[in-house]
């Protein structure tokens, strides 16, 4: 009996050492978009403050460690707290595209050879970043303290920060700024997807704390008026 009530007890530390691993590499992720962004827009060298890809490289090992906890779990403790179990196997996948995003944007700063400016879409481009630089820390703190409040804020401006993105990314396929180079049209149409897509993976772990498992990741849905009623 006491070997048992110890093995529960171990399964419910790995899934809280699943659940802060997951917080570390979300904060990593923060980091990364950081320095990232930094490095593209604000400098006309690709230098970075730490290695990126070692960075990228540590969220990828602690993905394994955060599936491997959360298997052992319910190995041991059965279908208790499969939710919450199956919940952060999902918001860590998220977390992980998060890193591999900002290493894209880290290469595309090696790529382009000086800051990258918006040109007429850089009021548009300042915007998008100043979601993902509020949503960060938003989202960290909602894993953290399970706000749905806050967490449904981050979900009601996704779809408005998308159609920002793809209208810069239209703009550069049909050439409509035609005071920008080849090179700079490629390298914003890249940035503005790959900002797109952060902020896309940063919307998915929100919707967890609002949403049921089989909904994360979509909108929340709307109470029905019959459900209202009960």
Do not use: C, W
Not at 14 to 24: I, K, R, V, Y
């Amino acid at each position: 009996m006491f070997r048992k009530f110890k093995e529960l007890f171990s399964s419910e530390s790995l899934l809280d050492a699943a659940f802060e691993t997951t917080l570390t590499m979300l904060e990593f992720d923060y980091k990364m978009y950081a320095a990232s962004s930094k490095s593209l827009r604000e400098s006309d060298t690709s230098e970075l403050p730490f290695d990126i890809k070692k960075t990228d490289r540590k969220i990828n090992k602690y993905e394994r460690e955060v599936r491997r906890n959360v298997l052992t779990h319910l190995s041991i403790a059965g279908t208790q707290n499969i939710v919450p179990g199956l919940a952060l196997v999902s918001i860590v996948i998220d977390v992980e595209r998060i890193g591999d995003y900002t290493k894209n944007i880290a290469g595309l700063a090696q790529m382009h050879p000086t800051r990258l400016n918006g040109g007429k879409h850089e009021e548009l481009l300042k915007e998008i970043e100043a979601t993902i630089e509020t949503n960060f820390p938003i989202v960290i703190e909602v894993l953290k303290t399970q706000d749905k409040s806050k967490a449904r804020k981050v979900l009601q401006i996704e779809e408005a920060t998308a159609s920002k993105a793809e209208m810069i990314v239209s703009d550069m396929i049909t050439n409509e700024d035609k005071n920008i180079s080849h090179s700079t049209a490629v390298s914003l149409a890249m940035y503005a997807r790959y900002l797109k897509r952060i902020n896309a993976h940063l919307t998915n772990i929100a919707s967890a704390v609002v949403n049921p498992f089989p909904r994360i990741g979509f909108r929340e849905k709307k109470p029905t008026s019959k459900s209202k009623s009960k």
